[in-house]
Structures are given as C-alpha cells and as structure tokens.
C-alpha cells in the first residue's frame, strides 16, 4: 500500500524547510522508526522517520530543495521489506540486519539505535536498554552519548560552560600554496537566520553596552569546598560557574524589571518571570536554548539543563518550542578565550550579560596589591527602553551578588 510521506507540520514562526539529507534512496528497505530524511529549517534540523516498514518508490523533493510545511516529499510503499528483493541480491549487510534485531552478543536492538551507535563508534554492551524486552532503542544510545564520561576535573580558572562538541567543526576549504582559487558554497538556513537576527538587532535597536569587572575569588573557593560534595549530593551535577551567574541575573532581573522586559510594537510587555536564554556553540552557528522559570530552579537544576540542553544541541536534537521564548540571554565568550566582547541583543529582548575569561589581575585591596581572579563582564541593552542608570545598577548589582554569593541566599 502507497502513502505519502510528508514533512512536519511546521510551528507558525518557521516559514519553510530545506531536504538536508536523504538517508534512505528509492527502492531501499525501510524498517519502522528507521530515519529517512533530515529537513534543516531556520532554527532546527527536524528528523523524519518511517512509520512502517516498506520501501521508497519515490522522492519528490531531492536534497536541497524547499519544502513547506506538511508538503509531500516522497512516495512510500508498506509492506514486507524481505519481499522487496531477492534474497541473493541483497547486501549481506543488510540481510542480517533484516533477519534479526539481535547483535553477535544476542543483545537486543532497534536498527536505527544499531545505526547510530555505529555512527558515533558507541559500544551497544555499554548502552542500558529500556526499550520492550529488554530492546536498545536510539533515545538509549542518545542518552548514553549524553552521559558525561570520566574526566579530569576542570581548571578553576576557566568558565564553566558545556564543552564544545567533540567532532572537529566544518572546516574551510584547503588551497594549495601560492594558488589564487576561490570555492563558494551556499550558507545553511541557520547561518543566513543568525545573520538577519544580528543585523536586525544592531539596526532597530539604539543598542549600548556597559562593562564592570567581578572578583571570582568567593565563587571560586565556595565552588573548591563544595564541588565534591555537591556532585554527590546532586547524582553527578557538577558545580560550575554558569549556575552561579544565572542565579544573580535572575536576582538583579527581578529588582530591575525594565531589564526584564521585552518591546512589541510600542508596547512594553513587563515579565513576571525569569526566562534565561544560555547561549550554546555548535558546529552550525549558535543556538540560544531558555531555562525556564529559572528563580524556582537550584544551582543543580540549573547545570543539568544547560548540560542537557548543550547534548542536545550538539546532536542537532533541539526542539524549536525549547529556543521561543526567553526575557533575558547569557552568552559566555570566554569559553574560547575572550578577555573583552559587546554582544548583541536577542530580540525582542532588550539586554544580554556577556561572559568573559578568568584571569589573574593585580588590584587594590584595602589599600594593599593582591592578584585576583578578574572577569570582564558586559552588559548590552536597549536604549529605548533602558536608561543607562538602570543599566548600570543592574550589571553593578550581579558584580556584588558574585562577589558575595551569601547575598544571593540571604536576598539583599
């Protein structure tokens, strides 16, 4: 039986998509829940999988083609995949895949988990398998990829930020000495997107910035007496900087709640909420995913979801509703090295706190040098909704909340 495979249906705020990659070719074998095809849309890649097994009789939409929402891209027939071929002629790969879902080790197992445990050089004995009857299905290898694995410690000098993801990132084509040649190549969706939003920001916006200096010295040595302990308490959350800096931004959003709110139209639309974007790097630009109603989070919940969060941003696995929204937004530069940026609003909000790199500085304590562990801190905001006295406050009152996080507990 033929049916059509179409593309999501896309939420209001993406137009349309672009067929990224085709897994599956026509006349293939198919099995259920097995991945056919990645569409890249503005701000997420969204997956589509089979819903039975079959094989593709058609592709409407080959790659790089654009698709609206709920648009047919290919032809799909239901049915009996062994049938599809004769049994000589088929790939002995895919003959045994077909014939059984048990590994050499009789380990239970989905053929799109088998699939990307092989993508990404995973084990399939090292993954804990919830699927029925003891099966791996492929959110068993996802959350098995997710799981931090043993590492040294951190330097206590760096921000903690997740790491960047482990595959080596798209690299600029390679030219050999002395030869003049050029090579272009279209810019993904989600390239051109960033780009538009940061123009538009810098054109729409009377945007400035304000910068102050915070002695990570308290954080750093209540982050060393307790790191070992709160990871205990926490199943393996581990303290980090980032938590510490979103509780003092949730803290001076709620005594300044201009640098809270967001501009619609000639509206200005107050929050009674603290939403707060982290900004996330990936191989395909950045992606800015919101902790939600953080003032009701603790430190913990706080790094599981920007760890949770950065996984998933790495996998491409992000979901369009967990980047909407968002009053207020978090970059952290000094992941890479930054000693000093301005970034740019995320709109419709009117501020963003820029992080920077830790680094020893001597200053002038009670009339004495001492070195000190200093970060630059940057505040960029909208001139039309925030005056530059609030703007100020609000980055001096993080500054004081950061270097004396009792401050934080004991709200003053």
């Known amino acids: 039986m033929s049916n059509e495979i179409k593309a ?16 599956k070719q026509v006349g293939e074998p198919v099995k259920r829940d097995e991945l056919l ?19 593709i009789k058609e592709i409407i939409k080959p790659e790089g083609e654009t698709i609206l929402s709920a648009e047919v891209i290919a032809i799909f027939e239901a049915g009996d ?37 092989e993508e990404k050089g995973v084990s399939l ?56 040649a ?6 993904t969706r989600l390239r051109s997107t960033i780009a538009k939003r940061l123009v538009s920001a810098q054109q729409n916006a009377a945007m400035l910035t304000t910068y102050n200096e915070v002695d990570m010295k308290a954080v750093m040595e209540l982050r ?7 990871e205990k308490k926490h199943d393996g959350a581990r303290l980090g900087f980032m938590s510490f800096f979103v509780k003092a931004a949730t803290e001076a959003l709620k005594r300044f709640p201009s640098v809270n709110a967001s501009i619609d139209g000639n509206d200005i639309v107050y929050h009674g909420y603290q939403d707060i974007g982290v900004a996330v790097s990936t191989e ?11 003032d009701a989070m603790g430190l913990a919940d706080i790094e599981r979801g920007i760890v949770e969060y950065a996984g998933k941003a790495r996998d491409g696995k992000l979901g369009i509703e967990e980047m909407q929204g968002g009053t207020f937004t978090i970059t952290n530069g000094g992941t890479f090295g930054s000693l000093m940026s301005t970034p740019i609003l995320n709109p419709p909000q009117t501020a963003i706190l820029g992080m920077h790199k830790i680094q020893d500085r001597p200053m002038a304590i009670n009339g004495q040098v001492e070195i ?37 507990l004991l709200d003053i």
């Open 8 to 23: 999501p249906v896309f939420p209001e705020s993406v137009a349309d998509g672009t067929i990224a990659t085709w897994h």
């Open 37 to 55: 095809v990645d569409i890249e849309t503005d701000k997420v890649v969204l997956e589509v999988v089979a819903q039975a097994d079959g094989v």
């Open 81 to 117: 995949i062994s049938d599809s071929a004769p049994a000589a002629d088929k790939p002995a790969s895919s003959a045994a895949e077909e014939s059984s879902d048990t590994d050499a080790d009789d380990v239970k197992v989905n053929p799109a988990a088998r699939k990307l445990a």
């Open 125 to 180: 004995s090292d993954v804990k398998a919830t699927g029925k009857d003891g099966r791996i299905t492929k959110e068993d290898v996802l959350n098995h990829l997710k799981t931090p694995a043993a590492e040294p410690a951190p330097q206590a000098s760096a921000p903690s930020q997740p790491a960047p993801a482990k595959s080596a990132p798209v690299a600029p084509p390679s030219f050999n000495p002395g030869e003049r």
């Open 182 to 187: 050029e090579k272009r190549v279209p810019m």
């Open 224 to 230: 060393k007496q307790y790191k070992d302990m709160f």
């Open 284 to 294: 395909k630009g950045l992606v800015v995913p919101v902790l939600r109603d953080v």
């Open 372 to 408: 000190r562990p200093m970060m630059y801190l940057a505040l960029s905001y909208d001139h039309r909704m925030i005056d530059g006295k609030e703007a100020v406050q609000f980055l001096v009152t993080i500054k004081e909340l950061l270097e004396d996080p009792a401050r934080i």
